[in-house]
């Protein structure tokens, strides 16, 4: 592409000057300075400043709680992304099968999108308080079990990755019936002349045609279940019972605000970093073959 | 009826009752802001509205001063999607428009963008608040915020769609390059813009963990940390009744914005997916 | 348009002429709600009455997000001249480096000050050896509260509360068969709690005197007390008896909506569990063992730090306004406003000659039972440890743990001891 107005030297720089200058300052700068300070411990009001080396990074390893606060992100990721996409996936292709209604129902499930995860994580608080949630109710009635987020750790983290689930339907319906609208159907009717039933015409033909769509989504509820839902899991559990909802970021946020361990909290947003890292050049291998692809 | 009817009406009811299953969270929600303390706390519990309602919603708007939450909401969700939607359009023309050595940083730029999150550089970012003295101020809660590569690759995108023969004319009509993006590329991109804004603004109206450390002051606090103000204040906690009616309001600002520009967003997603 | 700058001008230049000579100094503090009121009001009246000071109240959130927030601005340059911190941050303040111990204060002025006049279970709280390192300001423990509506349904005596665990197990029973509830007690704040009962048993928390005669170095449990006090709640668990309610205030709610019929909670919630209940609230001491030593039930709360690097004449304005918050009247409208305990003897005094006492039984309830302790041992007078919070979160986490039955008692308590113990030795690392 050509230069469509040659001769403005400067002016380009000065157009892209804010976005940079913001990137600096707000995001590279204390980025660098978290880096910096993992290798330090510092009291709460900096009267002593230590150099630990990797001492920080050593505990996060050595110590149970931090390798059991990744397992449980980890876990929470899966149910949210898995539970969430089969869910989300399903209702599309209902939606996409060839009735009327298309948008109507596109509206009618997109809203959860519009819902904050704290908002979710309030109403879902709700449905399963233990004294007062129609949840609560409904599980006794049906299996005998009164059921207490506030006790059980199980129980709490999966009710938290439901909340996490549903408020992410509408964000992921939206994109599948998208995704399922650009799937020609050509193809389908092939495979259908050929003899292929539904189940399988869909495994075969339609869902491999969806996998940019779901790597774009995979990325997007993974950073949704390891970061965002941050407000979800502050008013429903705060991390509790006994710590079986404390993800990586809540932990991080308790060690570096709460129990002014500022340090410490600075190796775990570098080992965040390292992970985000990962998925984002995951996430760009996949864009770019399909960039390929499309050509 | 035939095979084909039964199969559709089949389909139909099963969507709808999906539907429900899914929206069933949001009634409960309404019921439980329209009831008393006592009725809330029946077991089982209530499934038919109450009349207090307007009760409980003036009690949760006094004791979280949500009035003064919202606006500020309101105010830094608006100066955001606005500052956000200038500051990708012009760094988006400069990339698009312009040959100079500053391209190669548009990878590297919409990279880190992606991988600094705030996780990852909270406690320092909050130390930087703190000696610029913006705690409790709205430039903590929307300076920060203003990149965003979503937006300048929205626009990268639109922008190299658009003709050259548009800039051509422009050039040959004496127009300098801010008059061409001000009188030609903005109104070309107005869904553009109006999809970015109902991304960023429903995104900015639902952010929690900034807003809940670099603010502490009431007057400053935002809608979704009310919240959390409504479950702990008053030390009397979870009267859901009034924490719910409170959190009807709360989420009816980006849901409203959602559905009445629900055109445009359905436009700004399908820009994503096949970006 | 020029006469509306003509004036704004004007006002500006009245608005400096007025301000000189006027000593401003900035509060933070971390009461909302109802006390938020009676606090601004008694800060209102406080700088009428003293036309050369004005003391500016910040509200600046939680008691962690003050602490937080104290701690940056404070490495900025930007603290405020006084600040509310929870009992928890008493030893981070110690070790700040950044605060002047309030028994210097007068001294510093040029004046003396009788501290013998504050409640001695709260001024022993604050001391550090004999010297008082923190204003008291508001201050609470923990009581009993029970549904005596409940007592009488199930056929209890309405004023006789259990007062031994025994006691709390039988009414346990008899409340549940007899229909009146299907869980009984709860507590708000689980970690302080725990600090209460061994508190109250005369049992060290940590070691070094509850840290208190120096950096504490490891903490006592589990040894065989608190793994009593462990297995004692799980059991009650396991019979329906005790439904743990979660941290801080949210079990209040099952208590005042009548789901269970006795909670522990802080006297700090006495005012609106009072007006939230619609039935007779009746409160007592906390219940005991009745085969162990007697101690006392610890302060909690907060007070008030005094920032170092300030004029003269601003911590003349500090000390003025703490002074006048030792005023018996003020005191009083405190206490009687908040349900937290008036700080001085003298305010103790008027309230019972004013006959407040006979009328509100309910807030003479924590005085008996703090009054009625030992002050003499170092387990009795309270905790104190640099990593607090964090070890609370691993107290309040095994508790979780044993009621869940994922570990048995003595493990909970031996697993968040290694990590409290970890935390205490990194802690040490830093002060010295």
Partial sequence: MEARFPGHRLLPYILIFPSIAVIIVFLVVPFVQAVQQSFYRTSPFGTTTLFVGLDNYAQLFSTPEYVRSLLTSVGFAALVIVGGLAASLGIAVLVTRRIRGVGFYQVAFIWTYALSPAVAGIIWALLFDPAVGLGTYVLYRITGYRINMLVEGVPALLIAAAAAAWNMLGYNICFYIAGLQNVPREFEEAARVDGAGPWRTFWRITFPMLSPTTAFLLFVNMIYAFFQVFGLIDIMTQGGPGGATEILVYKLYRDGFIRLRVNFASAQSVVLFLMVAAMALFQLRVATRRAVYSR | MSRKTLYKVGLHATLLLILIAVAFPLYFTFVMGTLTHQEAYAFPPKLVPGNQFFANVTEAWHRVNLGRLMANSALVAVAVAVGKIVLSVLAAFAFTHFHFRGRILLFPLSMITQMLPLPVRIVPAYGLMASFGWLNTYYALIIPYLASTTGLLLFRQFFLTVPDELSDAARVDGAGPLRYLWNVLIPLSKTNIAALFVIEFVYMWNEYLWPLIVTTAPQMRVAQIGLKMMITSERTAAEWNIIMAGTILIMLPPLVVLIVMRRQFAQGIAMQSTK | ?432
């Fill in chain 3, 1 to 432: 348009m020029k006469r509306v700058v003509v004036v704004v001008v004007l006002a500006v230049l009245v608005g400096v002429g007025l301000a000189q000579g006027k000593t401003t100094v900035e509060f933070w503090h971390a009461m909302s709600g109802s006390r938020l009121k009676v606090l601004e009001k008694i800060v209102a009246d406080f700088n009428a009455a003293h036309p050369d000071i004005e003391v500016r109240p910040v509200f600046t959130g939680t008691y962690e997000e003050t602490l937080t927030k104290f701690i940056a601005a404070y490495r900025t340059g930007t603290a405020p001249h006084f600040v509310q911190v929870y009992e928890v941050g008493t030893q981070t303040m110690i070790d700040s480096n950044a605060i002047i111990p309030v028994y210097q204060i007068p001294g510093m002025l040029g004046e003396t000050w009788d501290w013998a006049q504050y409640v001695r279970p709260i001024l022993l709280y604050y001391s550090v050896g004999d010297n008082l390192w923190s204003f008291p300001f508001n201050s609470s423990t923990s009581i009993l509260y029970y549904n005596k509506d409940h007592f009488r349904q199930a056929g209890l005596d309405p004023n006789k509360p259990p007062t031994t665990w025994d006691e709390v197990y039988e009414y346990g029973k008899r409340l549940i068969e007899a229909g009146v509830v299907t869980n009984v007690l709860s507590f708000g704040w689980p970690d302080w709690q725990f600090e209460q009962q061994l508190a109250i048993h005369n049992y060290l928390y940590a070691d070094n005197g509850n840290g208190r005669a120096g950096l504490a170095t490891k903490v006592t449990w589990p040894d065989p007390f608190s793994v009593k006090v462990f297995t004692t709640w799980t059991r009650l668990a396991r019979e329906g008896i005790f439904l743990y309610g979660g941290p801080e205030y949210n079990a209040n709610s099952a208590f005042t909506s009548g789901k269970i019929s006795m909670l522990f909670q802080s006297t700090s919630s006495l005012d609106s569990i009072i007006k939230t209940a619609n039935f007779e609230v009746g409160t007592s001491f906390l219940p005991r063992f009745s085969d162990e030593p007697r101690g006392n039930s610890v302060v909690g709360g907060g007070s008030l730090w005094v920032r170092k690097g300030q004029s003269t004449a601003e911590l003349r304005a500090v000390w003025e306004f703490f002074k006048y918050l030792s005023q018996p009247d003020v005191d009083i409208y405190w206490h009687k406003g908040t349900g937290y305990f008036p700080a001085t003897n003298a305010a103790l005094k008027q309230l019972m000659d004013e006959g407040w006492f006979a009328q509100s039984p309910n807030h003479l309830t924590a005085f008996l039972q703090i009054l009625s302790g030992r002050q003499d041992t170092a387990a009795s007078i309270g905790v104190r440890l640099g990593p607090f919070v964090e070890i609370r979160d691993y107290i309040r986490s095994a508790l979780e743990k044993a009621l869940a039955g994922t570990l048995s008692p003595e493990a909970a308590l031996a697993e968040a001891a290694a990590k409290a113990n970890r935390a205490l030795q990194e802690y040490r690392s830093l002060v010295k």
